[in-house]
């Protein structure tokens, strides 16, 4: 059996300490005792594609430019032929202006807007399954090894969610290291930064796992499958539309990842098992306790 290690040099990881995204506020315990506890930041970001504002998402704050890159390209309305040319962060109005080269039209889409079950503002248009035509994912290899190290890894990593609470994580990672960690109070929002920075930085995407501490909804399988990633893994649980797409394109859709524990409910092919589960250390009271939160 391989040796559970990790590497814990992410290139981007939360930053708990940051003050602009919690704020200090006191309450009352079930004693009726005063109490001083941190709350999450939430704000509006409006997202314009060239000069047409495109959609409005509640989020902490925290890298707008990936943010409203990633939301373009999962969304469909940045594709690979499409030249950026910049990305443009207003603070004072909260909006963050995406130009192209050449502008593109997207009323029809607007139209068709529909809001999903995702946390906060989670939104994605009428036709999204049209993207996944086409899509190929590579026949990468995960190993078990790599799962559990990365687990192991992320769940101890100091973070706005075991500082507030209140918020989700999604983290790119390369067999067992975690790359970048992003978080937001919607598990989509933290799925479209990764995948803003894997545009902006021209990351290639066939040898990388996703790992997020949300629900694998039909969303969240869609939006892997976009960026191209094999590999989906989560903590908490599935939708029944999210296993059936996840069948369909060939996605590894892994969760329910606790401790020694987990299900691998799509995609087993490319699963490696090469260590032994009894040899995982079983998950803390303070981690099955956040868990059950989310």
């Not at 959609?55 to 409203?68: F, K």
């Not at 469909?76 to 030249?83: I, K, V």
């Not at 248009?125 to 992320?154: C, K, N, Q």
Request: with cysteine; hydrophobic share 35%; proline share 3%.
């Amino acid at each position: 059996m391989a040796k559970l290690t990790s590497s814990s040099a992410y290139l981007i990881a939360p930053d708990p300490n940051n003050s602009g995204l919690t704020r200090g506020l006191q309450g009352h315990d079930q004693n009726g005792d005063l109490q001083d506890i941190s709350v999450v930041e939430e704000r509006p970001l409006t997202i314009f594609l060239n000069r047409q504002e495109i959609v409005t998402a509640m989020t902490i704050g925290d890298h707008p430019e990936y943010l409203a890159l990633g939301f373009l390209r999962n969304q469909g309305m940045l594709t690979d032929t499409d030249e950026v040319t910049a990305v443009t962060f207003d603070e004072e109005l909260d909006t963050v202006v995406v130009r192209t080269a050449v502008e593109t039209s997207h009323e029809e889409k607007l139209q068709k807007k529909t809001r999903t079950s995702g946390c906060a503002v989670g939104t994605v248009f009428g036709d999204m399954m049209d993207g996944l035509e086409g899509v190929t994912l590579p026949s990468a290899e995960v190993r078990t090894s790599w799962l559990y190290a990365l687990a192991h890894e992320i769940n101890r990593t100091p973070s706005l969610y075991l500082e507030a609470g209140a918020i989700h994580g999604t983290v790119l990672c390369q067999q067992n290291r975690p790359l970048v960690y992003m978080e937001d109070v919607g598990r989509h929002n933290a799925v479209d930064k990764i995948a803003g920075w894997m545009l902006s930085q021209s990351v290639s995407a066939e040898d990388k796992i996703l790992y997020t501490t949300g629900r694998l909804t039909s969303e969240m399988v869609i939006k892997t499958a976009m960026m191209g990633i094999p590999v989906l893994v989560s903590r908490s649980g599935f939708t029944a539309w999210g296993v059936e797409i996840a069948r369909e394109i060939g996605l590894t859709l892994i969760g329910r990842m606790r401790g020694q524990r987990f299900m691998c409910l799509s995609g087993e092919e490319r699963l490696i098992r090469d260590f032994d589960p009894s040899a995982v250390q079983s998950e803390d009271k303070k981690h099955r306790r956040k868990s059950a939160d989310r």
